[in-house]
C-alpha cells in the first residue's frame, strides 16, 4: 500500500537529513506515529477530561486512553480498506492534542475569550500543536516546525479543513481547523483542487473517533451507575438527542434505532451489577457495537465502487443507518452523564476558573509563563498575538495543572 503514497505525500515542510541505520529501517509515516507518540501533548491527555475528569475514578476514560481506543479502530478500519494505517493511527493519536483542560467545557471558553486574536477551536489547535508549538524540528529561519510531520499525515489530522467562518453547510459555524498566523502551513499540507474536502484518512479518524467516543462513553456511564440500557427514558433521550446530535429526532425513531441495536444479540437484558459477568457482557457490547458500524461503513463504500482507497481518490460512505445509530449513542451519554446537575455545576466552577487564569496571565504577562510560552509572548507583535501566546499556554495544560495554576496566581500573597 505504501506505493499508493507519492514523494508529495511523503515530504515534510523542513527538509531533513537521512537518519543512521541503528535499527530496521522505518517508513516516513511509521516515524510520524513515533513522534506523536512521544510528544510531551500527548503525555498531557492522560490528565485531561473525556467526559467526566479523569481523578474522579480509575475506570473512566481520560482523553490519552480514548486516543488509544480511536487509533485502535482508525487502524483496523484503514488496514480493511486497503490505506496506509500508520497515517490513519497517527491522526487519531493525535486528535484531541488540541483540547484543553476540562474537554469542551473549557474549549467553548476559551472561543469565547479569544475572539480578539481570532478565536479557539481543538482542531485548530492541534494542527497548531503538531506543526509550531511542539519542540522537535528547528525551521530554516530558526522557528519552531513543531514534529515536522509528512504531509499525508498532517493532512489526515485536519478533520476541519478551513478558517473560521468558512465551514460548509451542515457543519457548526464554530468548526474550524486553521488559525490566521497558521495558515502558510496549511497551504503547504493541503491540496488546493481539494477545497473543504477532507482526505481518506481525515474520513477514517473522524469515523473512527465518532465510534469510539458513542460506544466508549455509554460504557463509563453504565460502570459509573448513572446509565442502565434496561431502563431508558425514551421521551427524554429523544429531546436530548435532537438538541445536540439530530435536530427534529422523534420518539419513534430513537425507539425504532434502540430496537434495531437490540438485534445484534449483545444489548443488556439486565441491569449492570458490577460483576465479572456483567463486565464481561459490557464489553461484548462494546465490540459487537464497533464492529457493527466499521462492517456497516466498510460495505457501504465498497458498494460504491472507487478505490484505491486513499487520500483523495475515493471517500468513505457512513449509511444514514449508522448515523443514527451513533447519534442515539451519544444521546444517551449526554441525557445520563453529561446533563446531570452536580455536573453542571463543575462545569459552571470550571468556567469561572479558566476566565480567570486566562485574566491573571495576560495581566501577568511573560514571567507568569513557561519559558518556550514566555519566549512568544516577547516575540508577540501586539496585544491579541500575546493574547494568543496566553491561549496557547492555558492550552497546554492538564485539568490538575490549571487547577494549580489558578490556585497559586490568584492566591493573596
Same mark, same amino acid.
Given at each position: 500500500m505504501d506505493e499508493l503514497y507519492d514523494a508529495h505525500d511523503r515530504a515534510r515542510l523542513v527538509?531533513?537529513?537521512?537518519? !543512521?541505520?541503528? =535499527?530496521?529501517e522505518r517508513t516516513p509515516f511509521e516515524r510520524d506515529r513515533a513522534r506523536v507518540v512521544h510528544a510531551a501533548s500527548s503525555r498531557r491527555l492522560a490528565a485531561k477530561t473525556q467526559v467526566v475528569?479523569?481523578?474522579?475514578d480509575d475506570f473512566v476514560r481520560?482523553?490519552?486512553?480514548?486516543?488509544?481506543?480511536?487509533?485502535q479502530v482508525a487502524r483496523d478500519l484503514s488496514r480493511a480498506m486497503g490505506s496506509q494505517p500508520d497515517i490513519a493511527e497517527t491522526a487519531a493519536l493525535a486528535h484531541d492534542l488540541g483540547h484543553p483542560p476540562f474537554g469542551h467545557n473549557g474549549e467553548a471558553v476559551l472561543a469565547d475569550l479569544s475572539e480578539r486574536c481570532g478565536g479557539f477551536e481543538g482542531n485548530a489547535q492541534t494542527l497548531r500543536l503538531?506543526? !509550531?508549538?511542539? =519542540?522537535k524540528t528547528t525551521a530554516y529561519d530558526g522557528s519552531s516546525a513543531g514534529l515536522n510531520l509528512t504531509r499525508?499525515?498532517?493532512?489526515?489530522?485536519?478533520?476541519?479543513?478551513?478558517?473560521?467562518g468558512e465551514a460548509p453547510p451542515g457543519v457548526a459555524a464554530s468548526k474550524f481547523g486553521v488559525y490566521e498566523d497558521d495558515l502558510p502551513v496549511f497551504s503547504w499540507l493541503r491540496t488546493p483542487e481539494a477545497g473543504r474536502r477532507r482526505c481518506l484518512e481525515a474520513q477514517i479518524m473522524d469515523l473512527a473517533d465518532d465510534v469510539a467516543y458513542s460506544v466508549h462513553d455509554v460504557e463509563d456511564g453504565i460502570v459509573a451507575g448513572r446509565i442502565d440500557l434496561t431502563r431508558l427514558d425514551l421521551d427524554g433521550l429523544a429531546q436530548t438527542t435532537g438538541e445536540w446530535y439530530v435536530p427534529g429526532i422523534d420518539r419513534a425513531t430513537v425507539t425504532e434505532t434502540i430496537a434495531g441495536l437490540r438485534e445484534g444479540g449483545c444489548w443488556p437484558v439486565?441491569?449492570?451489577d458490577g460483576s465479572r459477568r456483567s463486565l464481561a457482557a459490557l464489553k461484548n457490547l462494546t465490540s459487537d457495537l464497533i464492529g457493527r458500524f466499521c462492517g456497516a461503513v466498510q460495505e457501504a463504500t465498497y458498494a460504491a465502487g472507487g478505490g484505491p482507497?486513499?487520500?483523495?481518490?475515493a471517500d468513505l460512505v457512513v449509511p444514514e443507518r449508522t448515523k443514527r445509530e451513533i447519534a442515539v449513542l451519544k444521546g444517551i451519554a449526554a441525557h445520563y452523564v453529561m446533563q446531570t446537575d452536580d455536573r453542571l455545576a463543575s462545569m459552571g466552577r470550571q468556567r469561572e476558573l479558566l476566565a480567570e487564569l486566562v485574566a491573571v496571565l495576560v495581566a501577568r504577562g511573560a514571567d507568569a509563563l513557561d519559558r518556550p510560552f514566555a519566549d512568544d509572548w516577547h516575540a508577540a507583535a501586539d496585544d491579541a498575538g500575546r493574547l494568543r501566546v496566553v491561549v496557547d499556554q492555558v492550552a497546554s495544560l492538564t485539568d490538575v495543572t490549571a487547577i494549580a495554576w489558578h490556585a497559586r496566581l490568584t492566591s493573596p500573597r
Open positions: 527538509e531533513e537529513p537521512p537518519k !543512521r541505520v541503528v =535499527a530496521p475528569g479523569p481523578q474522579s481520560n482523553r490519552l486512553t480514548h486516543s488509544l481506543e480511536v487509533a503538531l506543526t !509550531r508549538l511542539e =519542540a499525508a499525515t498532517l493532512d489526515a489530522c485536519t478533520k476541519y479543513p478551513w478558517r473560521r439486565a441491569a449492570y482507497f486513499v487520500r483523495y481518490r
